[in-house]
């Protein structure tokens, strides 16, 4: 079946550092690659994607890399705001299981000014 | 655009009661709507898959009885819990996938805090 595995929480940072929140996957198939954001009070809102291998996914300055050789999609800023406090889940979809998301357990990051 | 709502944004109600809580995508039309449940500081676990006109589909371990999903347009579907109890106490998302879109994205609604006492 399909999982998600990504570092728990909650990660803490100060303005401006880099941020990296790792994420592997097992998948039956050749997933699609996603990673959600849920703001405090919100509900989830798609930050990136990817499709297929190699794909580079990006949105206000986030990134992450579809990585089939290590079945990887880590998520990854340069210089984080505190506007990003928020909790980060990442996701895989794949035709075989319907299309379904399958999520992660979500990282919640804290960003201090 | 691809805006969806749940209604209510929140309720409480006795032990025993029945609650309806809608999801309604407002710009698109929605082929699919899936609802999840997310428990305090936990990931999303999808209950049951939706389809316009069509009986909705239940992941494992999901009681159908108790989680009535009515899917009656293209806009709207309903997730009822029924006899609630203080461990159906969560939070209740939906989210929808785009008919006119060709990427298949789910636009998810900002969830619905259940409280039952």
């Known amino acids: 079946g399909n999982s998600v595995t990504q570092m728990e929480g909650p990660v803490t940072l100060s303005e401006e550092a880099f941020l990296t929140i790792n994420c592997t996957y097992t998948?039956?198939?050749?997933?699609?690659l996603f990673w959600y954001v849920q703001y405090p009070g919100e509900g989830l809102q798609l930050l990136l994607k990817?499709?297929?291998?190699?794909d580079k996914g990006s949105n206000k300055g986030f990134e992450a890399t579809y990585r089939k050789e290590t079945t990887s999609f880590h998520l990854e800023k340069g210089s984080v705001q505190v506007s990003d406090s928020a909790v980060y889940f990442c996701a895989l979809r794949t035709k075989a299981a319907g299309n379904k998301l399958t999520f992660g357990g979500g990282t919640r990051v804290l960003v201090k000014p | 655009g691809a805006v969806v709502s749940q209604h209510p944004s929140w309720v409480i109600c006795k032990s025993g009661t029945s609650v309806k809580i809608e999801c309604r995508s407002l710009?698109?039309?929605?082929?699919?709507m899936f609802w999840y449940r997310q428990f305090p500081k936990q990931s999303l676990m999808l209950m049951a898959t939706s389809n316009e006109g069509s009986k909705a589909t239940y992941e494992q371990g999901v009681e159908k009885d108790k989680f009535l999903i009515n899917h009656a347009s293209l806009t709207l579907s309903t997730l009822t819990v029924t006899s609630a109890h203080p461990e159906d106490s969560s939070f209740y998302i939906c989210?929808?996938?785009?008919?006119?879109?060709?990427?298949?994205?789910?636009?998810f609604g900002p969830g619905t805090r259940l409280t039952v006492l």
């Open positions: 990817a499709t297929k291998a190699d």
């Open positions: 998948a039956t198939g050749y997933p699609s």
């Open positions: 989210s929808a996938s785009d008919r006119g879109s060709d990427t298949d994205t789910q636009y």
């Open positions: 710009d698109f039309q929605a082929t699919t």
